[in-house]
């Protein structure tokens, strides 16, 4: 008799402790659930929003070319459009100015500077680029990397900029259009976007932002292709103030 009741008491003991830790484990699933995390499109529409909605920036600019790559850099106010760019290619180097639709370019060393028409110079693709995220499709995590020392995180996909313009207002559909003509009608893209690890001024940040046709039929060239542009963005919200050469 002693063996038995020294058996149920054993029991009884186990079931407390089997219960008492599946009241103190892992939370029941009747809890509140994690959210799911945004789409790896949501991700980068919001990163450009937030920059295009500080409303300037100051830039870095690739734009590939068969006879190589020109670079460029300077403040950037995006609505109403305005830059001063400092331009160079191979040995040689510039200035561009532009005011609204009004576009200027001056040679280093030069006395003056020569009013262009527009489109000449389209460097309204580079407001545009921050406007197309209404035609982004397939958009990927492609992994990390660094971008200037902040680390980022890397996204990837193709645009369709004829989706970006439409219901797109006139001043917008014409430097999607710009953009268009530059690079592709469907240009594939590349975000680098501020990982939850970067500095906090950077996180969730659009850092840096490619496209690039995709030549049929051929794999990514660790070179620029022609017409490919690159953008950097950097002290979200500075103020801009340029005005059209005297």
Do not use: H, K, N
Request: hydrophobic share 45%.
């Amino acid at each position: 008799m002693t063996r038995v009741r020294r058996g149920g008491a054993a029991a009884v003991l186990l079931t407390c402790l089997l219960v008492l830790a599946a009241c103190t484990g892992a939370p029941s699933g009747d809890g509140p659930a994690a959210p799911a995390p945004p789409e790896p499109r949501d991700v980068v529409a919001s990163a450009a929003r937030s920059l295009a909605d500080a409303g300037s920036a100051r830039v870095e600019l690739s734009v590939g070319a068969a006879t190589g790559a020109v670079q460029a850099s300077g403040p950037m106010r995006f609505t109403p459009f305005a830059t001063d760019l400092t331009v160079a290619f191979g040995t040689r180097g510039a200035q561009v100015r532009a005011v609204d639709d009004g576009v200027w370019f001056r040679l280093a060393g030069a006395p003056g500077w020569q009013s262009l028409s527009p489109g000449m110079v389209p460097v309204g693709a580079v407001g545009g680029a921050l406007q197309a995220v209404r035609g982004l499709t397939d958009v990927t995590e492609r992994g990390g990397e660094d971008v200037g020392g902040a680390p980022a995180t890397v996204y990837g996909g193709t645009v369709d900029l004829a989706a970006a313009r439409a219901g797109a207002d006139p001043a917008t559909a014409g430097r999607l259009a710009q953009l268009s003509g530059l690079v592709s009608p469907t240009p594939r893209f590349t975000a680098w976007i501020g990982a939850p690890d970067a500095p906090e001024a950077d996180r969730g940040r659009l850092l840096r932002l490619s496209l690039e046709p995709a030549p049929p039929g051929t794999a990514p060239q660790p070179a620029p292709a022609p017409g490919a542009v690159t953008i950097g963005f950097a002290e979200p919200g500075l103020p801009v103030e340029v005005s059209p050469p005297a």
